[in-house]
């Protein structure tokens, strides 16, 4: 008898399991066919892959290797399928992105739905990651490009500038500062501070601190996030002040005010860097293009 990739789901789940009972409902199938299907299966490979026991089920040394290799099978069964559903949709090539959440404020999702109109063959794929484990990601080829807010950049990695925009101040809404022209040091003193974690990106912390002693402020952080909404959400709450990027402006969080900076060197920039390899056509020049 052939082995059937209907023997390998049924082993892998079992092999889950450890469990006859549990494993059939995962299934949605009684226990019986279960039984009968591995039995199917040791009797097809010549070898058995489950002790069975009063205490229980647990693999045998064969079971295990041959888990590894079921899990495999299944694996390139699965990008096979979904490949094929892919071509029948006119579906040619994929792109996988990574980007940090901001992004979503920044243009990224006008300039991605334009290139699906030109290129509606493309499928993007994209995944919301912080700047350090993006560029991870594409040494390890598991995306393609990605959006980061660092310009240290390996060098086997291509990249450009895609924004540079100023920081602004954020506030409660009911922050005494709100009522006055410009910023003084000495309404913000004492104030707790909201913060880009370090872990998430060392250098925008690290920028963002600098542009504070620029401005004569010695924040107090007390408060890191990863996220830039998080930043925005707990000043909202009263927790604190933040530098912020000005695309937060366009976050829609209510229960805050944004107050322009004096012009100061240090900006938000945000690089767009990819893999050494052949991106869709037109993508980049979307991209990079205002839309």
């Keep these: 008898m052939a082995v059937e990739l209907r023997h390998l789901r049924y082993f892998v789940v079992l092999a889950d399991e450890l469990h006859f009972g549990r494993a059939a409902k995962r299934l949605n199938i009684s226990q019986p ?13 010549g070898v058995m ?54 992004m979503l404020f920044r243009g990224l999702p006008e300039r991605l739905a334009r290139f699906q ?29 990605g959006f980061v807010h ?10 450009a500038l895609y924004m540079s925009e100023p920081f602004v101040l954020c506030l409660p809404e009911g922050h005494k500062a709100n009522a006055v022209e410009g910023i003084s040091p000495d309404l913000l003193k004492g104030m707790p501070f909201v913060l880009f974690s370090r872990g998430a990106s060392p250098d ?36 604190g002040a933040a530098l912020v990027p000005r695309a937060l402006i366009d976050s829609g969080v209510t229960g805050v005010v944004f107050k322009a900076l004096p012009d100061a060197p240090i900006r938000s920039d945000v690089y767009m860097v990819w893999r050494d390899k052949e991106l869709p056509e037109g993508l980049l020049e979307c991209l990079l293009v205002q839309v």
């Design 117 to 145: 109109r030109l290129s509606p063959q493309v499928q993007v794929e994209l995944t919301e990651i912080n700047s350090a484990q993006q560029l991870d990601a594409l040494l390890k080829g598991a995306i393609d490009l």
């Design 49 to 102: 892959l489950f002790e069975r026991s009063s205490r229980g089920v647990k693999l045998t040394p064969a079971g295990e290797a041959f888990r590894k290799s079921a899990l495999q099978v299944l694996a390139q069964v699965s990008v096979a399928s979904s490949q094929a559903r892919e071509v029948a949709a006119g579906v040619t090539s994929r792109v996988r992105i990574g980007f940090v959440g901001s």
């Design 150 to 159: 660092t310009d240290r950049i390996a060098g086997e990695l291509h990249h």
């Design 33 to 45: 066919p279960l039984t009968v299907n591995i039995k199917q299966l040791e009797a097809s490979l």
């Design 204 to 239: 925008y912390y690290e920028r963002v601190i600098t542009l504070c002693a620029s401005l004569g402020w010695n924040p107090l952080v007390r408060h890191e996030v990863r996220h830039w909404l998080s930043v925005v959400a707990l000043v909202r709450q009263g927790m």
